[in-house]
């Protein structure tokens, strides 16, 4: 049964530490996008990669994150230095993708960060 | 702006009666649409999506959807509730900038089936 993993499931830290956060995608699916969700502003993206290029990065703070995919079987996503509001539950999700198609997207359980 | 709207942040309803939960949309061309479920401390699941075709889609755990272009609406609907269907309930579209596709996701929707 395949599915998304992310590590670690939940991170506490402080102000002004680096996070990273992983994720593993589905075997094969060449899209991987990662989102954050907060009660106030709901479920946002943050950032996409179509075969491990980046294609949209427009709804991350670029200051203090920067999301990668060194491999195939790996997405990060870092906040340096991290700030209180940051704390979030992060999701990754990948999925099969072009321009013409669009299957669905398979969540992975998530990162809930809490920044001290 | 291409957009999605779920105007109703929570639905009550009683096991075994009939439930919808609302969506709107708003794009240019033929939308895709998208309806996932959130468990608590989970991450969002697909139920069903509708690209062409038959404008009732059906999906997973007995919701369908209905697609309707005059309204600009694709409402979720199950016709018999069960408790386990409370959840928090997402709809979606595709955003397409000519070379790359996205999900424009709604706030959501809260469930509440009680027995």
């Known amino acids: 049964d395949a599915r998304v993993t992310q590590t670690p499931r939940h991170k506490v830290t402080e102000m002004g530490q680096e996070v990273t956060m992983r994720c593993q995608p589905i075997l094969g699916h060449n899209t991987v996008f990662w989102y954050r969700q907060t009660m106030m502003q709901g479920l946002e993206l943050l950032a996409y990669f179509r075969n491990r290029a980046p294609l949209d990065d427009s709804g991350m703070p670029k200051d203090r994150f920067s999301a990668e995919m060194p491999d195939a079987t790996l997405a990060t996503l870092k906040i340096q230095p991290s700030e209180p509001r940051d704390s979030a539950v992060y999701f990754c999700?990948?999925?099969?993708?072009?321009?013409?198609?669009?299957?669905?997207?398979?969540f992975g359980p998530g990162t809930r960060l809490t920044v001290l | 702006a291409q957009s999605v709207a779920q105007p109703e942040d929570q639905v009550n309803v009683a096991e075994g009666n009939p439930l919808t939960v609302k969506c709107t949309y708003s794009?240019?061309?033929?939308?895709?649409l998208f309806w996932y479920v959130q468990y608590p401390n989970r991450g969002l699941q697909f139920l069903l999506k509708y690209i062409t075709g038959d404008n009732l889609v059906k999906g997973s755990y007995g919701f369908e959807a209905e697609f309707n272009k005059s309204q600009t609406s694709f409402p979720l609907k199950k016709p018999s509730a069960l408790v386990s269907d409370s959840a928090l309930y997402f709809c979606?579209?595709?955003?397409?900038?000519?070379?790359?596709?996205?999900?424009?996701f709604g706030t959501g929707t809260r469930l509440q089936v009680t027995l």
């Open positions: 999700a990948s999925g099969w993708l072009s321009g013409y198609s669009y299957n669905e997207q398979f």
């Open positions: 794009v240019s061309g033929n939308p895709y």
């Open positions: 979606a579209v595709r955003l397409y900038t000519g070379t790359a596709s996205k999900l424009t």
